[in-house]
């Protein structure tokens, strides 16, 4: 029968190569579960309020007569989901039958890898959010006549129809997204998930101190 997690934390720390008191071991076992089930809880949660988010911005963008952008943040989020899902199976399949300290560095190799999985998507999700909501504009007629109030007033350079100056600052912005995207993800994942990270990490060469003694 396939051990429970309380079990593995309990036996994890007591073998050959980790002598450490059993208070203190206990102490590290609780501390292990509370951030890894936290780390879980907040995951689940962010993933479904994804979905929760996806429909809502969806019918907003009827209301308001941008259908465009709402159902190109639509896809994008569900694909969000998606893949960040497919890496939760990951985690799950994570072996329990290890102990402690082994589980601990395996979760901590999955983070590794759902934040390199999510850096390279963002390099690509930025920019994907500003062409939608500049899409979206665009494709809204309210948006036309206050663009063409502003550029009425000035000689303006157009290429099919599209003011140049519009496109380049357009490009502009894309490239700067797309280069500072998996940047801007560091700075959103520390965020949220910033304080359970950094105690994952203190915990973890706390017990690598330990396990040298």
């Given at each position: 029968?396939?051990?429970?997690?309380?079990?593995?934390?309990?036996?994890?720390?007591?073998?050959?190569?980790?002598?450490?008191?059993?208070?203190?071991?206990?102490?590290?076992?609780?501390?292990?579960?509370?951030?890894?089930?936290?780390?879980?809880?907040?995951?689940?949660?962010?993933?479904?309020?994804?979905?929760i988010?996806?429909?809502?911005?969806?019918?907003?963008?009827?209301?308001?007569?941008?259908?465009?952008?709402?159902?190109?943040?639509?896809?994008?989020?569900?694909?969000?989901?998606?893949?960040?899902?497919?890496?939760?199976?990951?985690?799950?399949?994570?072996?329990?039958?290890?102990?402690?300290?082994?589980?601990?560095?395996?979760?901590d190799?999955?983070?590794?890898?759902?934040?390199?999985?999510?850096?390279?998507?963002?390099?690509?999700?930025?920019?994907?959010?500003?062409?939608?909501?500049?899409?979206?504009?665009?494709?809204?007629?309210?948006f036309?006549?206050?663009?063409?109030?502003?550029?009425?007033?000035?000689e303006?350079?157009?290429?099919?129809?599209?003011?140049?100056?519009?496109?380049?600052?357009?490009?502009?912005?894309?490239?700067?997204?797309a280069?500072?995207?998996?940047?801007?993800?560091?700075?959103?994942?520390?965020?949220?998930?910033g304080?359970?990270?950094?105690?994952?990490?203190?915990?973890?060469?706390?017990?690598?101190?330990?396990?040298?003694?």
């Amino acid at each position: 029968m396939e051990k429970s997690i309380e079990s593995i934390w309990k036996e994890g720390f007591l073998d050959n190569n980790a002598m450490v008191a059993p208070k203190l071991n206990n102490l590290y076992n609780k501390k292990s579960i509370h951030i890894i089930d936290k780390f879980k809880r907040t995951f689940k949660i962010n993933l479904n309020a994804l979905i929760i988010f996806s429909f809502v911005i969806l019918a907003l963008s009827f209301l308001v007569k941008i259908p465009v952008m709402g159902v190109l943040m639509f896809i994008l989020l569900n694909v969000i989901v998606i893949v960040n899902k497919k890496l939760l199976k990951g985690l799950n399949a994570i072996d329990k039958n290890v102990n402690s300290y082994q589980y601990l560095k395996s979760f901590d190799n999955w983070m590794d890898e759902q934040i390199s999985v999510n850096m390279k998507m963002s390099r690509f999700i930025y920019p994907y959010i500003f062409i939608a909501m500049v899409s979206g504009f665009t494709f809204s007629s309210e948006f036309q006549e206050t663009l063409d109030r502003i550029l009425g007033t000035h000689e303006v350079y157009y290429l099919y129809g599209i003011p140049v100056i519009w496109v380049f600052v357009m490009l502009v912005i894309i490239v700067l997204l797309a280069i500072f995207g998996g940047r801007i993800y560091l700075w959103d994942l520390n965020l949220v998930y910033g304080r359970i990270l950094k105690k994952l990490k203190e915990l973890i060469s706390d017990v690598e101190d330990l396990r040298s003694l």
